[in-house]
């Protein structure tokens, strides 16, 4: 009799897991009308060509994410979806019919929690907003604004499309259709002074979203700003100012701060973020998404084929995925607390064991050593990182860091 | 052995001497077009680079002379910097002559007129050359005038050529040959040879370059090492062309190569005498000083399981360099390491590079320094080449400080810029000789300053001009006290610095203020200090960064942003952990950094 091969591995170095954690779906919509010198997400300028050009451009499109879930479903077979998220580029190119016709197709192959949070990023061009009522009727229940910024003269130097009375109106037409919706903004702007940076804040607040994102603006590898900083960035110390005062004001106007760019009124966290950050499950279609998937004896990470038109052929030829890897059990804790630390109350211990099948107790010199450095807490069944481990969170990340 | 010509060539770096040397292997057909790879001389990657020779090379050439005749010429190359002028000195021992290189547009320098006169010294011929001829700047007359002035030799007649255009070679053989006188020696005594150079190769083992002197050396034959007595048995002999080349025999004159099958280098003591087990000559040649190191470093590995890993490295570099000194060393600091004794600071230089060159080490270097006479209270006389060690300042009685007698050649219109430099660095004038354009300067100087930066600062202020040459002269009382940099109330033993008290104060705040560039704002603030004993007298303060958290993190993103995070780890791994502070490499080297008043 033949033994498997496995049988001599030792169980440790196997991941098991007793159930697998919650499922979101993320779609998306790969183009923009312009490229912004500080993104670094995968976005293209969305090609030249007629109306009806563009038209069939979307129709193919769409058909390739319906097929492209299509071909997905044997490694999500009988699960429930938790949230979906249309994010980009910008999905609020997408026509509304179009958006509703996806929406239909996603609900007829899949499980869809009826109480499930769905949300669209939109721009906040005047074109956009004019389709917010029409996508809230297609099932869409939030929305993320990218504003950025109400300061024309910032919006400029961050090359957006929109202005700050556009960015007014967007918010005021969004709040007519929809209880539920977040607000984007970037601090640390070229040139931004600290009343600048908490007057987006003060104007943001006026129109009564329900979250609240400020970003710290980030030269990322492989965008433009890298390649050519903008003149006049605040300095590290007027930033943090910034961060601080921010923080201060969104508390007042009662809002939790519950991840490190993240606020929110009470229960309403983006649910569909949350669930990356407590680890749990993303199936990712459209040009270039991640996924992240358990099963019982794996976790795997994919990405699709990046390229707008190559990712179109590679549906077509029935091979979606650019990427496909199980994570090493080295590098399962450390993508667990990647993600779990950035939560301000920080994670249950119970957790870490659900998500990657490894007991806590597999990273407690990690955990004594962050904790003597002042960066976390750890009590009987919480892991929460300090004010200075959330400030440091790099640092923090970096205890964890296999070697 | 009236055929025999051996001869090395002196000349400051630049001067042409590599050049030279290949265009007399080119005439004499040593090496094919093919293999004249540019300074064939010059083997070592780090040679080729900096265009210096650090070892002694040679190479026989056939010359059929204008009389007919077929003369065998030895060039034995040598070294122009300062740090090895002590291989100079045993390259000159094994020649009867030496060609004098002297670029025509330049003029005489400094090391060049030092290594003249250990020629002079050793009775070797000194024959003048002046090269760079075809040079639009080429002043042969007052060239040849400051060649008699300065060196005190006939020069006006000097073959005139340029290495570079194959001006004048074979001028210069002829004056090779009429010049220098041959070998003298006893071709049936028992053998003497002088091991001149010895280096391992990973083939053969030790290759020794010898002068045979009496006798002669074939394969087979039973040697013995007169200062050690060890007996090994010859297998290879032969010349250099640069390639090898065997031989049947190395005769009495000869420069040559010896192998045979040793394992050690020091088992083949440079300056030692071979001779035959069966047939011993009573006595031994005079050998070469032994080369005394002087100045002095602590290298570190940045990653501390390194260790052992560096030892093999420096063990292995000393098989070719029995000038490199090192021994164990701890510091709280920087962990386990090694106190390495260099020749000078080009030396050290060199090691450091090739160890992490060849080797792939990574490595933290202390800031070097020279090696002090400390009397005690009770008497004792101690020598302390780390700073960190200095006793206690109540057990002291008096510290002595190196001093160099430095010889400074320099343009007249540089001589202001550089009695001053020399004044900064404590320096006492000794003599001043004007000898044509140029200004020959005789300075006593604290070694110590020169070991810190004065070479560059000699460069900088004479735009290239000054040359320097310096020996060891004595140890001299001198009001000298620890420098101390603390981080975080923490003192820093790899850190510490003995200075003159008088620019103590200056030294320590600049110190201080160079850490706080150097050191990257970490989580909290970090207080640099400089103290004297218990007295603080400077102090920084480095102040916290505010955050260094990544701002997105979203599904698409865990792999890129991971990245991030080990590059941002792998940065900080390449800094030494001091208590929390985290101090990176070039920190531990900021004194050199730091500018004068």
Known sequence: ?403 | MNLIRNFSIIAHIDHGKSTLADRFIQYCGGLSEREMNSQVLDSMDIEKERGITIKAQTAALQYRARDGQTYALNLIDTPGHVDFSYEVSRSLSACEGALLVVDASQGVEAQTVANCYTAIELGVEVVPVLNKIDLPAAEPERVSQEIEDIIGIEATDAVRASAKSGIGIEDILEEIVKKIPPPQGKPDAPLKALIIDSWFDNYVGVVMLVRVVDGSLKPKDKIKFMATGAEHLCEQVGVFTPKSLPRPALHAGEVGFVIAGIKELKSAKVGDTITLATQPATEALPGFKEVQSQVFAGLYPVESHDYEALRDALEKLQLNDASLRFEPEVSQALGFGFRCGFLGLLHLEIVQERLEREFDMDLITTAPTVVYEVLLKDGELIEVENPSRLPDPGKIEEIREPIITSTILVPQDYVGAVMTLCNQKRGVQRNMQYMGRQVMLTYDMPMNEVVMDFFDKLKSTSRGYASLDYEFKEFQTADLVKLDILVNSERVDALSLIVHRASSQYRGRELAAKMRELIPRQMFDIAVQAAIGSHIIARETIKALRKNVLAKCYGGDITRKKKLLEKQKAGKKRMKQVGNVEIPQAAFLAILQVSDK
């Open chain 1, 1 to 403: 009799m033949s033994v498997s091969p496995l049988q001599f591995q030792r169980p440790e170095h196997l991941t098991q897991l007793s159930s697998l954690p919650p499922l979101s779906l993320y779609v998306h919509i790969p183009w923009c009308l312009r490229k912004c010198p500080y993104c670094d997400f995968n976005s293209h300028v969305l090609p030249q060509g007629s109306e009806a050009e563009k038209l069939a451009l979307e129709t193919r499109y769409i058909d390739s994410l319906i097929t492209d879930v299509e071909l997905a479903l044997p490694s999500i077979w009988g699960r429930r979806i938790s949230s979906i998220f249309f994010g980009g580029g910008t999905p609020s190119l997408l026509s509304p019919a179009a958006l509703d016709r996806l929406l239909l197709a996603l609900q007829a192959r899949l499980k869809i929690n009826p109480d499930a949070e769905i949300t669209l990023e939109a721009n906040p061009g005047t074109f956009e907003a004019e389709r917010f009522r029409a996508y809230r009727a297609s099932g869409i229940n939030r929305l993320s604004i990218g504003i950025q910024s109400f300061d024309p003269e910032k919006l400029q130097r961050l090359g957006r499309v929109h202005d700050g009375e556009q960015a007014r109106r967007a918010l005021e037409i969004a709040g007519q259709h929809f209880d539920n919706f977040n607000v984007d903004l970037m601090y640390a702007l070229p040139a931004q002074t600290l009343p600048q940076a908490v007057a987006d804040i003060e104007t943001a607040l006026s129109f009564g979203p329900t979250h609240l994102s400020a970003y710290h603006l980030t030269l990322e590898p492989n965008t433009l700003f890298a390649a050519q900083p903008p003149a006049e960035l605040p300095n590290d110390e007027l930033s943090a100012d910034m961060q601080q005062a921010i923080e201060q004001r969104l508390a007042q106007a009662g809002f939790e701060h519950y991840e490190t760019s993240a606020f929110c009124l009470p229960h309403h966290p983006s649910r569909h973020n949350l669930n990356y950050w407590t680890f749990g499950d993303y199936l990712g279609i459209g040009a270039g998404a991640h996924s992240k998937l358990s099963f019982h004896d794996k976790i795997v990470r994919q990405m699709r084929v990046k390229q707008p038109q190559a990712y179109l052929e590679a549906i077509a030829a029935g091979q979606p995925l650019q990427t496909d890897h199980v994570i090493a059990a080295d590098d399962l804790a450390f993508e667990f607390m990647m993600n779990a630390l950035r939560l301000n109350h920080g994670f249950a211990k119970s957790l870490f064991h659900e998500r990657i099948g490894l007991s806590i107790s597999a990273i407690l010199y990690e955990l004594d050593a962050a904790q003597q450095r002042g960066l976390l807490t750890h009590t009987a069944q919480d892991i929460i990182p300090t004010q200075q481990g959330r400030r440091f969170l790099n640092d923090l990340l970096a205890i964890f860091l296999p070697d």
